[in-house]
T-cell receptor, first 115, second 111 residues
Framework: DAMVIQNPRYQVTQFGKPVTLSCSQT?????MYWYQQKSSQAPKLLFHYYDKDFNNEADTPDNFQSRRPNTSFCFLDIRSPGLGDAAMYLC??????????????FGSGTQLSVL | KQEVTQIPAALSVPEGENLVLNCSFT??????LQWFRQDPGKGLTSLLLIQSSQREQTSGRLNASLDKSSGRSTLYIAASQPGDSATYLCAVQTGANNLFFGTGTRLTVIP
């Protein structure tokens, strides 16, 4: 009954080798988010999509890009992963944009290792 | 910029104890405050959401309060159980459609 599904659960890549993380949702939510969480740190927002409207946080590195081909799927592309990009990547969804009662629903995350 | 602080960073309690986790934030212009649970190596599970106009929310053994003017929230867990062991994160949602998270409190409930 998973509602936000992230694949793969664990991803190992080599320094500089492009990698793509995927997220799908069965909630039909309009908004999808990508967060990066490094060990013992707070999750940090990288991007969000409101429908097809892409929003990039100001301090998200250029190395990170995202695609949302349809409502259900969203991808995070890391063009040239560095050692500092090793982290848990969390996908989340919400029904609408900013609102007082909007909950976020998170996937289980993809743990990325860079060798 | 909004900053969210959680104290303590880690807490160990014997089973059955009631406990309080603390969260503070610097900018009171928030839409809501949310408490999440995160198990090791897993994603986040939403526990409670308090709208900016509300003072508290309850779900089972959990009660969260919000004092927006002082920039504080507490999560009260009654009759703690070993299954409550996890990291608890609070987050505030701002008008910029962003959730600002604290670094969490790692709770261990000892049987």
């Amino acid at each position: 009954d998973a509602m936000v599904i992230q694949n793969p659960r664990y991803q190992v890549t080599q320094f500089g080798k492009p990698v793509t993380l995927s997220c799908s949702q069965t909630l039909n939510h309009n908004v999808m988010y990508w967060y990066q969480q490094k060990s013992s740190q707070a999750p940090k927002l990288l991007f969000h999509y409101y429908d097809k409207d892409f929003n990039n946080e100001a301090d998200t590195p250029d190395n990170f890009q995202s695609r949302r081909p349809n409502t259900s799927f969203c991808f995070l592309d890391i063009r040239s992963p560095g050692l500092g990009d090793a982290a848990m990547y969390l996908c989340a969804t919400s029904r609408a944009r900013t609102a007082v009662s909007e909950k976020l629903f998170f996937g289980s995350g993809t743990q990325l290792s860079v060798l | 910029k909004q900053e969210v602080t959680q104290i303590p960073a880690a807490l160990s309690v014997p089973e059955g104890e009631n406990l309080v986790l603390n969260c503070s934030f610097t900018d009171s212009a928030i839409y809501n405050l949310q408490w999440f649970r995160q198990d090791p190596g897993k994603g986040l599970t939403s526990l409670l959401l308090i709208q900016s106009s509300q003072r508290e929310q309850t779900s089972g053994r959990l009660n969260a309060s919000l004092d927006k003017s002082s920039g504080r929230s507490t999560l009260y867990i009654a009759a703690s159980q070993p299954g409550d062991s996890a990291t608890y994160l609070c987050a505030v949602q701002t008008g910029a459609n962003n959730l600002f998270f604290g670094t969490g409190t790692r709770l261990t409930v000892i049987p």
